[in-house]
């Protein structure tokens, strides 16, 4: 079991940036997969990125790719989201999200494959 705790979210403009972190406790960290998701009010989650435990591998919904970045420090079993050029579709709560990965396996994108989940965090883009 892996115990996550995101930070980080709040209120920012449209065009500015936030950087969310999701410390991790439990586990193999740089043998999880690493991934955030977001929930928009009044919808369902939806993936945003992933990241492969040794960090060499992302995958990034289309929406967000080329304005957020995700990273991870496997000395300090935290993952990170950087997020620039944020848009008021940006807003959601953001969650994090671990799985064991299994060696040679692809980078998976469901979230019924990720068995633990942090608290979430809130992140609101003005416009």
């Known amino acids: 079991q892996v115990q996550l705790v995101e930070s980080g979210g709040g209120l920012v403009q449209a065009g500015g940036s936030l950087r969310l972190s999701c410390a991790a406790n439990?586990?193999?960290?740089?043998?999880?997969?690493m991934a955030w998701f977001r929930q928009p009010p009044g919808k369902n989650h939806e993936f945003v990125a992933v990241i492969s435990g040794p960090g060499g591998r992302t995958i990034y919904t289309p929406s967000t790719e080329g304005r957020f970045i995700i990273s991870r420090d496997n000395a300090q079993n935290t993952v990170y989201l950087e997020m620039n050029n944020l848009k008021p579709e940006d807003t959601a709560v953001y969650y994090c999200a671990a799985r064991r990965q299994s060696v040679g396996e692809p980078l998976i994108t469901q979230e019924e494959e990720f068995a633990n989940w942090g608290q979430g965090t809130q992140v609101t883009v003005s416009s």
């Open positions: 439990g586990g193999i960290f740089n043998k999880q997969t």
